[in-house]
């Protein structure tokens, strides 16, 4: 199957941000993608970088105006798409959340981010509650999808999860900005990951300059060896688009060797 990145800089006009994902997906089907990803808060500023601000009207239900228009597209051009957006559940809770749509743009479900931090810059518990969905994968027409929304891909525990539920590829919508980490640390971290695990993983990363940070962009795939694929551009908007054979994960270190020797009888008492 085809998978694309689509890796946008967010202006301060949301109509245009969602117009200018909409057509990226256009774009994506042209050039004969499967499946879709999207970086973190695809149409909007990033607000988390404020310690206050009035991000909540723009928050949406899902279903809702913004997740309606994604899902529309997936059915047009049938297209399984992994979106991510700031989420008002209805109740008084808000998350971050990747909502994942079916080719015929029904929706599979909903991944809320479970670990949030605050740090310079990233004062994301002044706006997020913590995930209450667990760490789903999702059967799609392609393949065994799973979601961890940036923060969660620091925690083995999450990529694990993922692992266990038997994903074949981990979609990462991410917002990292320029010297954030070490060089090549976050790379490796997905690398080890999908080796770890046995899984395709797929960042795909914020873009631009903001108020106070600049995205790298540099969104990447890595297979279930933790080899490179596909990188897109730094600093600019871009469409990476690459091959994935799902049926490599089966015969991966990890499904070979590491999950059979396992000791989870253990592991509880260890991480209590």
Same mark, same amino acid.
């Given at each position: ?37 999207? @970086? /973190?808060? +695809? ?21 809702? @105006? ?20 700031? %989420? ?38 002044? #706006? ?9 994968? #999702? ?8 979601? +961890? ?7 083995? %525990? #999450? ?6 539920? *038997?994903? /074949? ?10 010297? %954030?980490?070490? +060089? ?14 046995? #899984? ?9 300059? /903001? ?12 297979? @279930? ?37 396992? *000791? ?7 991480? +209590?």
């Amino acid at each position: 199957m085809r998978l694309a990145l689509i890796q946008n800089h967010c202006s301060e006009q949301r109509t245009e941000n969602l117009g200018r994902a909409l057509d990226a997906m256009e774009r994506a089907k042209a050039a004969g993608a499967d499946i879709v990803a999207f @970086p /973190e808060l +695809a149409i909007d500023r990033f607000f988390p970088q404020h310690e206050a601000s009035d991000a909540r009207t723009v928050a949406e239900t899902i279903p809702g @105006p913004t997740a309606d228009a994604i899902a529309d597209k997936a059915r047009d051009l049938s297209l399984v798409t992994v979106f991510n957006m700031y %989420e008002d559940s209805g109740d008084g809770r808000y998350f971050d959340s990747s909502p994942v749509f079916e080719a015929d743009g029904s929706l599979l479900g909903i991944t809320r981010m479970v670990h949030i931090c605050d740090y310079t810059c990233f004062h994301e518990q002044a #706006y997020y509650d913590p995930g209450d969905r667990g760490a789903p994968v #999702y059967d799609t027409t392609v393949g065994k999808v799973g979601v +961890a929304i940036c923060y969660d891909r620091h925690y083995p %525990e #999450y990529m694990r999860a993922l692992g266990v539920a *038997r994903a /074949e590829l981990v979609v990462i919508p991410q917002a990292g900005a320029v010297d %954030e980490w070490p +060089a090549g640390l976050y790379e490796a971290e997905v690398q080890t990951a999908a080796f770890q695990n046995g #899984y395709f993983a797929a960042l795909c990363n914020r873009v631009g300059k /903001e108020e106070r940070l600049t995205f790298a962009g540099e969104s990447f795939v890595v297979d @279930p060896s933790g080899n490179f694929l596909a990188r897109a551009k730094a600093l600019e908007d871009d469409l990476a688009v690459v091959d994935l054979d799902l049926s490599r994960c089966a015969s991966s270190h990890a499904r070979t060797l590491f999950w059979h020797d396992r *000791r989870p009888d253990l592991y509880g008492d260890w991480l +209590a």
